[in-house]
C-alpha cells in the first residue's frame, strides 16, 4: 500500500468495513466514529494501528475510476477536521470513494439497503399469505356451517 491508497479493514467480525485513505507514513485519513458515537465522527488523521485495531488491512481497487494517489491523499488532508457523518449517505467508505474518485459511494450500504428492502418484502408476503389463509379458512368454516 502507498500514499494515497484507499484502504479498508473488517470490524465486527466481518459485518462492516471501515476505510480510510493511506497517508504513505505510516497514517490514515478516515472519518472516525464508532456506531454508539456517529454524532462525535470527525474526519481526523490516525496512525495506522488505531485505524485497523490489529486487524489486516486491505486495499480497494477502483481501477481506472481511481485518481491519482497523491492527488486523493490531498483530498483527503484537505477534509481534515470535518464533521457531518451520516451513515446513509456521508460515512468513511463515502468518503474514501470521494478521495479516489470524486464520487461519494458505499458500496456496503446500497448491499445493506438491498437486504432490508429484500427482507421486508419477504416479510410482507409472508404477512399476506398468512391474512389470505385465515380468510379462506373462515371462508370454509362459514360455508360448512350454512
Known amino acids: 500500500?502507498?500514499?494515497?491508497?484507499h484502504i479498508r479493514v473488517a470490524r465486527m467480525r466481518g459485518l462492516y468495513y471501515h476505510h480510510g485513505i493511506d497517508m504513505g507514513d505510516g497514517?490514515?485519513?478516515?472519518?472516525?466514529?464508532?456506531p454508539l458515537r456517529l454524532a462525535e465522527a470527525i474526519v481526523t488523521r490516525d496512525p495506522m494501528d488505531v485505524f485497523s485495531g490489529g486487524y489486516p488491512i486491505e486495499r480497494v481497487d477502483h481501477g481506472a475510476k481511481a485518481t491519482a494517489r497523491e492527488d486523493a491523499a490531498?483530498?483527503?488532508?484537505?477534509?481534515?477536521?470535518?464533521?457531518?457523518?451520516r451513515l446513509w449517505d456521508n460515512n468513511c467508505e463515502h468518503f474514501a470513494c470521494y478521495c479516489k474518485t470524486g464520487r461519494k459511494k458505499s458500496p456496503q450500504v446500497?448491499?445493506?439497503?438491498?437486504?432490508?428492502?429484500?427482507?421486508?418484502?419477504?416479510?410482507a408476503a409472508g404477512v399476506i399469505t398468512i391474512a389470505a389463509a385465515r380468510q379462506l379458512s373462515r371462508a370454509v368454516r362459514e360455508e360448512g356451517k350454512a
Open 1 to 5: 500500500m502507498a500514499r494515497g491508497d
Open 27 to 34: 497514517t490514515v485519513v478516515h472519518f472516525s466514529g464508532e
Open 74 to 85: 490531498e483530498v483527503a488532508l484537505s477534509h481534515l477536521g470535518e464533521t457531518g457523518y
Open 110 to 123: 446500497r448491499r445493506a439497503l438491498r437486504l432490508a428492502a429484500g427482507t421486508a418484502a419477504t416479510l
